[in-house]
């Protein structure tokens, strides 16, 4: 029997959403009425005693004034007004009109305290019970007694408003009223707990869909709060991995191409070289081929290793407080042969300037802009570096008078291997990946690399660089 896990841990999540409302509106109810008792018993109370004492001494009034009729049919035509009376002799033998009052707790002092003409104030002294109101508590200790006389003796008059009889239909009409409140408000938790777990349960599938790879996700969720904000971030998310994967797979088909095509002359060339009687100029011209598909191979590989290093996001980067005119210097003492032997007037301008970065990475970037500006200018043309500061900021401009670059491939140059062809005349060593790493790097010290050109009046790429930002 297969178990949907999904199903349960979203069922799990409904039920908590509704105890967790229910709870909420039990533990409410109960602590309101715990709120509203305590009122009672230190607010109301005593206005109660006051109020329901003076209801008994107008009763008694009103009768002793009157004293041609019984007390009994009195007692009970005031019961029918609502009012319950417990009425005592001298003798201790009591009778009730009215609701019965429960007689568990009446003592035979306060009873002769009534009798000796003293008031008994019954709710004013009532104890506190967390959960019971003292108004609704039918007990003798609940009461208002006073003395009443007739007939020459004297009575003990106990009386509390029967409340049954004063609020019996309303208390019928709220217990339903809560009842029919509960009922709706029950329903309407369902209803609202689905509608907030429907866009998680959404989600959950979307989340599963991208896990196995589709990334092509709509999520219909028209709301403004956080649900609908999480579910336009999600979109976002998987549009976001999309296009990841698209330049994943456009990275690898890219990586296989460039790869592909030295180990085939590598193989070819090795195969003729085996295969063949060939003349000790013909070994020497396809050795000399499989050398250099060799070093073009290293150098990819070299490469693919620094963009996997820069890409990393855990890299740790040493930076440091370096002079920017002293390296560009050793840079162009490096590739003097290079420049010397196609007569290239080169050209530094600037002063001793320290910035903080990575020295190393740093040294890669003017490498990289310098071979590029040497390869692609013709013999006895000129290359400039210019290197200009302000107290924040850090310019370098490396100038040439070469072939320069199609305003269609600009918008293109520093994305990985990309090749600029027919303008600039390749000799088949490029991977593509020189000026991704040179962006790179620029962009890991929080600068920028812009590049300006035409066709046969050279280039300029402009690096400025902060001066002492941290690297993250």
Do not use: C
């Amino acid at each position: 029997m297969s178990i949907n896990l999904e199903a349960i841990r979203m069922r799990t999540l409904y039920v908590r959403i509704f105890i967790t409302t229910v709870f909420i509106m039990i533990a409410s109810f109960i602590l309101s009425f715990l709120a509203t008792n305590i009122y009672y018993h230190f607010y109301l109370k005593s206005e109660n005693d006051e109020k329901m004492t003076h209801i008994a001494k107008n009763i008694v009034d009103l009768f002793e004034e009157n004293n041609q009729q019984d007390i009994e049919p009195y007692l009970s035509s005031m019961a029918d007004l609502g009012y319950s009376f417990y009425l005592v002799d001298q003798d201790g033998q009591g009778e009730s009109f009215g609701e019965p009052i429960r007689l568990t707790s009446l003592s035979k002092e306060n009873i002769s305290s009534v009798l000796s003409g003293h008031v008994f104030h019954g709710i004013a002294n009532y104890p506190w019970q967390p959960f019971v109101t003292g108004f609704f508590d039918n007990e003798i200790d609940n009461t208002i007694g006073v003395p009443i006389h007739t007939d020459g003796n004297t009575y003990a008059l106990f009386i509390r408003a029967d409340t049954d009889q004063q609020f019996g239909e309303m208390r019928i009409f709220l217990a339903i009223l809560l009842v029919i409140i509960l009922v709706i408000s029950f329903i309407g938790i369902l209803l609202s707990t689905q509608y907030i777990v429907k866009p998680i349960k959404d989600l959950t599938d979307a989340t599963r869909k991208i896990a196995a790879g589709n990334y092509h996700i709509k999520l219909n969720v028209n709301r403004t709060d956080e649900i609908g904000r999480l579910a336009r971030d999600f979109t976002k998310m998987s549009n976001h991995l999309e296009k990841t994967e698209e330049k994943r797979q456009a990275f690898v088909s890219s990586v296989s191409h460039e790869i592909q095509s030295p180990l085939t002359s590598i193989q070819g060339f090795s195969q003729v070289l085996r295969e063949e009687q060939l003349t000790e100029d013909e070994q020497k011209h396809y050795l000399s081929i499989i050398e250099k598909e060799s070093r073009r191979l290293s150098k990819l590989s070299s490469q693919l290793l620094m963009l996997s290093f820069l890409d990393r996001e855990d890299r740790e980067d040493e930076r440091v407080s370096f002079d920017l005119f002293n390296q560009l210097k050793d840079v162009i003492s490096t590739t003097e042969w290079q420049w010397r032997q196609k007569e290239l007037a080169l050209e530094l301008e600037g002063e001793s300037t320290r910035i903080n970065g990575n020295p190393d990475l740093l040294y890669q970037v003017w490498m990289n802009l310098i071979t590029n500006a040497i390869q692609y200018t013709h013999p006895n043309g000129s290359i400039s570096i210019k290197l200009d500061h302000t107290s924040k900021l850090v310019k370098i401009k490396f100038s040439d008078t070469g072939v320069g670059i199609s305003e269609k491939d600009l918008d293109h140059l520093f994305e990985r291997f990309y090749k600029v062809d027919k303008a600039r005349t390749r000799k088949g060593e490029s991977t593509g990946l020189g000026l991704s790493i040179v962006k790179k790097i620029i962009e890991l010290h929080h600068g920028t690399i812009m590049v300006e050109s035409e066709l046969g009046e050279g280039s300029t790429f402009t690096v400025t660089l902060p001066k002492k930002e941290s690297l993250k």
